[in-house]
């Protein structure tokens, strides 16, 4: 089994910055892309980054430029450092990851149980 475990979330006022982690543990054999997705209520869940094994990111245009995802393969660890927040950054984060547990197996995603942001004006 594998298990995905956010932390960092909390309520900070607008402006200001929070870190978000997520370890990965179990049988793991190769972790691929990992990323970060949010969903804010009445809202559909969406991509917020995403970073390669190789180290090359994608974000989403709302966040570009105040959010950095990071990942710690040694750890099995992937960061997400948010700057500037924003009230509409207010959302459930959870943590995604590509993973391939044993060599012959195919790899799947797998998903944290999601970690609360909040961001008051």
């Known amino acids: 089994q594998v298990q995905l475990v956010e932390s960092g979330g909390g309520l900070v006022q607008a402006g200001g910055s929070l870190r978000l982690s997520c370890a990965a543990s179990?049988?793991?054999?190769?972790?691929?892309?990992m990323g970060w997705y949010r969903q804010a209520p009445g809202k559909q869940r969406e991509l917020v980054a995403t970073?390669?094994?190789?180290?090359?990111?994608n974000y989403a245009d709302s966040v570009k430029g105040r959010f950095t995802i990071s990942r710690d393969n040694a750890k099995k660890m992937v960061y997400l450092q948010m700057n500037s927040l924003k009230p509409e950054d207010t959302a459930v984060y959870y943590c995604?990851?590509?993973?391939?547990?044993?060599?012959?197996?195919?790899?799947?995603?797998?998903w944290g149980q999601g970690t609360q942001v909040t961001v008051s004006s």
């Open positions: 995604n990851a590509n993973i391939q547990m044993l060599a012959t197996w195919d790899p799947t995603e797998h």
């Open positions: 970073i390669t094994s190789g180290g090359s990111t």
């Open positions: 179990g049988i793991i054999f190769r972790i691929n892309n």
